[in-house]
């Protein structure tokens, strides 16, 4: 017979608060964190930047009820990956269930959110300064996509049907992990499968599509009111323009092309909103795939009101 002693630990337990941008996910995990004794883990790809601050909704320090984690670990323009968020999540997770605080996982990526709670594995190749991705990009930009892809093709035939020949990305990260001996296409079939590997909870918050695109276009104009113009200007006085610029930073490359003279406010700022509830629709797709997710509707809900409605589907 096995004794107690010799019995692993429980995993520790984690709350997951997660939704579409500007449903609301902070202020409602800060009380929940508030009310639980608990810490907040942001599961943010934009947040982990320094100094993109107003254009990422990041909670300024003044105005944090709780401690939270995983902000500013990384200068924009700095190569990082759901890879490197696991590792940083994780240590955050440990720290604070080490503490007998509740780690309370909030965020809208949730490529990051499953990073942090789920059993994914990351090959080495998902990391900065590879010199193997490196070179795939250097036979991509050479030789074209299509023939990156053929490459791929004699390699693994199962990754290649699953990947198209324009993602270069995905194509690179597909022969970096053949290198590793391991298939995108397995890592692929292994994503939809969720497994938490702590005693995870998931609340999902959502409101009326209307309301939640008010919302959206509102925050939009709470940024601009703030000062990200000149956050913007800050960042490319400091030689960040790739980074603004890169397809992920929506509230920031929109807003480049206005310093530059070649854009009017009043048009950037209508990109802004319709970037933010188009992607708005593609975090709700994703969170949607997901049956753990106990949805809360918050249309109508006082934040004291959606607290209670979220503590209401916890079952510890």
């Known amino acids: 017979m096995t004794s107690p002693d010799s019995q692993s630990p429980l995993p520790p337990r984690v709350l997951a608060v997660v939704g579409p941008t500007a449903v609301g996910k902070t202020a409602l995990a800060e009380e929940l964190a508030a009310r639980l004794g608990g810490e907040i883990v942001s599961a943010d790809s934009m947040q982990i930047y320094r100094g993109m601050d107003i254009g990422t909704a990041k909670p300024p320090p003044a105005q944090r009820r709780v401690p939270y984690h995983c902000l500013d670990l990384a200068e924009p323009g700095e190569a990082f990956s759901a890879a490197l968020f696991q590792v940083a999540a994780r240590e955050a997770i440990v720290d604070i269930a080490s503490r007998g605080k509740l780690p309370v996982v909030a965020g809208g990526t949730g490529l990051y959110v499953r990073a942090a709670l789920d059993a994914m594995e990351f090959p080495a190749g998902d990391q900065v300064g590879n010199a193997t991705r490196a070179r795939y990009e250097k036979f991509a930009a050479e030789y074209g996509a299509e023939a990156l892809h053929a490459l791929l093709a004699e390699r693994d ?28 296409a397995e890592q692929r079939a292994g994503f939809s499968a969720r497994t938490s590997v702590y005693d995870a909870r998931f609340i999902g918050l959502t409101m009326d599509r209307a309301r939640l695109y008010q919302r959206v276009d509102e925050r939009v104009d709470a940024m601009v009111a703030a000062g990200l113009l000149d956050e913007v200007r800050r960042l490319l006085d400091a030689g960040l323009r790739d980074a603004l610029t890169a397809s992920q930073a929506i509230g920031y490359k929109e807003f480049v092309p206005v310093i530059e003279g070649e854009s009017s406010l009043e048009e950037a700022v209508s990109a802004v909103k319709q970037a933010s509830r188009r992607y708005a629709k593609r975090q709700l797709t994703w969170f949607n795939a997901d049956p753990r997710i ?21 079952d510890w």
């Open 157 to 184: 035939p199962a990754s290649a049907a699953a990947v198209h020949a324009n993602n270069v990305r995905r194509v690179v990260r597909a022969l970096e992990m053949a290198d590793e001996g391991v298939t995108y």
């Open 294 to 314: 106990r949805w809360v509707d918050v249309t109508d809900l006082t934040l004291s009101q959606a607290v209670d409605a979220a503590m209401g589907t916890l």
